[in-house]
């Protein structure tokens, strides 16, 4: 057995729980600015959430996703899985999820600018965005219908 096929199912779990941390930082973040567009800009609880949204999207967020790219990546090269249909479907949903992380840091710096142009309405429709999107990923990862 050779080394990288000893390490997958090691690359595979830590892939895995990358997904798990990008996953629950997307869906606490709109939630964050759900309740932080009640904040008055300047005051106290407002800091408090761009301290918190800031942190979690470096900290936890992009991190995460860098990981889970990269480990899914490598186990779809080292698979040979490139031409499998519910790879590239999965492929083109894990993209849109990260256009969602690119328009939520967006979001990120609007707010640590008191620049919100957004409601809370907007918000919690944008919070169910990355859930629709993961039961999609996890559909076709489980029963690749295709």
């Given amino acids: 057995m050779s080394f990288l096929s000893a390490a997958y199912p090691w690359i595979k779990a830590a892939h895995i729980v990358s997904v798990i941390a990008w996953m629950a930082g997307l869906l606490y973040l709109p939630r964050l600015y759900v309740y932080h567009t009640d904040a008055a800009p300047g005051s106290d609880s407002s800091e408090t959430f761009k301290i918190m949204e800031r942190r979690l999207l470096r900290g936890i967020i ?85």
């Fill in 62 to 146: 992009n991190p995460s996703m860098v990981v889970a790219w990269a480990l899914g990546l490598w186990m779809v090269f080292e698979g040979g899985w490139i031409t499998a249909h519910w790879l590239q479907a999965k492929l083109l949903l894990v993209v849109a999820l990260s256009a969602i992380h690119g328009m939520l840091a967006r979001w990120t710096a609007d707010f640590a600018a008191d620049r919100n142009r957004h409601s809370q309405r907007f918000y919690r429709i944008v919070n169910e965005m990355p859930a629709v999107l993961m039961i999609g990923i996890v559909i076709l990862v489980v029963v690749k219908p295709f």
